[in-house]
Each structure stands twice: as C-alpha cells, then as structure tokens.
C-alpha cells in the first residue's frame, strides 16, 4: 500500500501561481511514476504532469509551458509549479502514484484549486 498526502490548494487570482506537493509513503517501488491528475465535476479525470523516478516527465496539453512538475530532493515528494493561472484551471487536483514494476495506481484525497474569473 502507499499513502499520498497532498497540500498547496487555494484560491488564487487569475496570472497568479501555486504550487502543489505530494508525499508517497508507504511501500514505494524502486521504480515508479508520481504526478497529478485534475478533474471538474462531470467531466473525466485529465492528466495534468507526471515525473517518473528514473528520468523523465509528461505534460497535459493544455499545460503549454505554465507548469512544472519537479522532484527535487530526490525523495517521495513532488511539486507542481503552476504559473499564469487561469480560471479554466479551477478544478480538484489529485496526486497519484504508479508502481511500474508491479502496476498499480493510487491517488490521494484530492486538493482544490479555485482561480476565479
């Protein structure tokens, strides 16, 4: 099992920037993919970044250079820089982790982001 602990979520004005981390715990894979998913009501879960353990990221599409997600410790933790904020991004984020070695996914509780127009 692995447990995910989110923190960053708020509310933030439009051009304005946030950063999101996550902690993995628990029984971590020695390789593994961690990032964040967003969703809105009705509407299915999109991918927002992704940074694996061993090298290398994904980004949504409609990311277009705004955020970046990083691991710079080298530890469980991941950040997501989000800049240049704008009110279609207000959604609930979630943190998941993906064991790549005995797949399995997992995702945290959920942190809102709320950018008004």
């Known amino acids: 099992q692995v447990q995910l602990v989110e923190s960053g979520g708020g509310l933030v004005q439009p051009g304005g920037s946030l950063r999101l981390s996550c902690e993995a715990s628990?029984?971590?894979?020695?390789?593994?993919?961690m990032g964040w998913y967003r969703q809105v009501p009705g509407r299915q879960r999109d991918l927002v970044a992704t940074?694996?353990?061993?090298?290398?990221?994904n980004y949504g599409d409609f990311v277009k250079g705004r955020f970046t997600i990083s691991r710079p410790d080298g530890d469980n933790t991941v950040y997501l820089q989000m800049s240049s904020l704008k009110p279609e991004d207000t959604a609930v984020y979630y943190c998941?982790?993906?064991?790549?070695?005995?797949?399995?996914?997992?995702w945290g509780q959920g942190t809102q982001v709320t950018v008004p127009s």
């Open positions: 998941t982790y993906y064991d790549v070695v005995n797949p399995q996914q997992y």
């Open positions: 628990g029984s971590i894979s020695r390789r593994y993919a």
């Open positions: 940074i694996f353990n061993y090298g290398g990221t």
